[in-house]
């Protein structure tokens, strides 16, 4: 199982940003995939999680109006929106995966994680 994330991204205050996390080796409908972030010298914060079988969303109350995640079965990739930018939102994104078991939120114990996407809100 590869959980393979896209680049750095650079965005001022007030953008937008998409992030992917292309997945391979298994059934991409199989896995629940949740979006976590660890802001500088700060713990790992849950933003959600998605059900690529249905495309069902559950946000955390935090990012709710300003985050959508999707998903693409035809490239077995998950995405994360996240607009309104602030200097706040500046963290490494992770996605990840319990598998077929949804993570209990806040665990943290995830068996498959993406390498991580660097996000940096400057003007």
């Known amino acids: 199982v590869q959980l393979v994330q896209s680049g750095a991204v650079l965005r001022n205050p007030g953008a937008s940003l998409k992030v992917s996390c292309k997945t391979s080796?298994?059934?991409?409908?199989?896995?629940?995939i949740d979006w976590v972030r660890q802001a500088p010298g700060q713990g790992i914060e849950w933003m959600g999680r998605?059900?690529?079988?249905?495309?069902?969303?559950d946000y955390a109350q935090k990012f709710r109006d300003r985050v959508t995640f999707t998903a693409d079965r035809s490239t077995s990739t998950v995405y994360v929106s996240l607009n309104s930018l602030r200097s706040e939102d500046t963290a490494v994104y992770y996605c990840a995966s319990n598998g077929a078991t949804a993570a209990r939120v806040g665990d943290y114990e995830y068996t498959y994680w993406g390498q991580g996407t660097q996000v940096t809100v400057s003007s």
């Open positions: 080796g298994y059934s991409f409908a199989s896995y629940y």
């Open positions: 998605i059900d690529p079988a249905n495309g069902e969303t």
